[in-house]
């Protein structure tokens, strides 16, 4: 705990074509070595085959997978007695966001194909649609919380 006072929170940029805060989270979230500039063109190649493929809007296409990614609940380990044990923990949305576009790019990333503009965009469908691996993680860690409910009062 700080004891200069609060530290005010920063507001997300936003990107500079489709000037949305969203796809600025999602090109900090894939940069690697520092090479924002990649990220990028990453990201917007992406952004260009989703709209190829559907012939609507990219950013509802990348809104539409991100909200149903975004879990509600998750699991936390927490140490009581010796024992650690799965406790679920509610989510806030800037933390289910983070979550949510972590899971995508590491779904995207772990998916056969050309390049990573084109594994992205197919996850991102994907995820739109109600499938894919990002969606069965998010699934998985809401089992994982509906099986260890009983540990919810070590809250």
Known sequence: MSRRGTAEEKTA??????????????????????????????IYR???????????????????????VTPKIAVKARRQSGLT?????????TQGKALAIRWLLGASRKRSGRNMAFKLSSELMDAAKGKGNAIRKKE??????EANRAFAHLR
């Not at 936003?14 to 990453?42: C, E, F, T, W």
């Not at 992406?46 to 149903?68: D, F, G």
């Not at 044990?85 to 949305?93: A, D, F, K, L, Y």
Request: net charge positive; no cysteine; proline share 4%.
């Open 85 to 93: 044990q799965q406790v679920p923990i509610e989510i806030g949305s």
């Open 140 to 145: 998985e860690t809401h089992r994982m919380a």
């Open 46 to 68: 992406a952004v260009k085959k989703i709209q190829q493929k559907t012939k609507t809007n990219p950013l509802s296409v990348l809104r539409e997978a991100i909200r149903r």
């Open 13 to 42: 940029k936003s990107d500079p074509i489709y000037r949305n805060r969203l796809v600025n989270m999602l090109v900090n979230h894939i940069l690697k070595h520092g090479k924002k500039s990649l990220a990028y063109q990453i």
